[in-house]
């Protein structure tokens, strides 16, 4: 079955930096867009950024952009979510996603248990 399993969150000072991984198995990988979400306490579950599956062009919302970067490696099936320049507001659970390339949560097949991450202030 298909598996996806977030690894390298945890606690960091603002300021700091994590990066994400996201393993894939069970499914074409090179197939797949790969996005990244996250949830925070009380709130809905955001687009954080995408890769398209060649890791050919990324996109990312607008609180992150310049700040995290989404690169995949299709030979080892897994996608990587490095964080800089953390805030406290970035602090939630992330999860990766394989779907067909969008912003739309709605739009992903497979999704990962999540990562927390925490950044402290």
């Known amino acids: 079955q298909v598996q996806l399993v977030e690894s390298g969150g945890g606690l960091v000072q603002a300021g700091g930096s994590l990066r994400l991984s996201c393993a894939a198995s069970?499914?074409?990988?090179?197939?797949?867009?790969m996005g990244w979400f996250r949830q925070a306490p009380g709130k809905e579950r955001e687009f954080v950024g995408i890769?398209?599956?060649?890791?050919?062009?990324?996109y990312y919302q607008d609180s992150v952009k310049g700040r995290f970067t989404i690169s995949r490696d299709n030979a080892k099936n897994t996608v990587y979510l490095q964080m800089n320049s953390l805030k406290p507001e970035d602090t939630a659970v992330y999860y990766c996603?394989?779907?067909?390339?969008?912003?739309?949560?709605?739009?992903?097949?497979?999704w990962g248990q999540g990562t927390q991450v925490t950044v402290s202030s």
């Open positions: 996603a394989a779907g067909s390339g969008t912003v739309s949560k709605r739009q992903y097949d497979y």
């Open positions: 069970g499914l074409t990988f090179s197939s797949y867009a």
């Open positions: 890769i398209t599956w060649s890791g050919g062009s990324t």
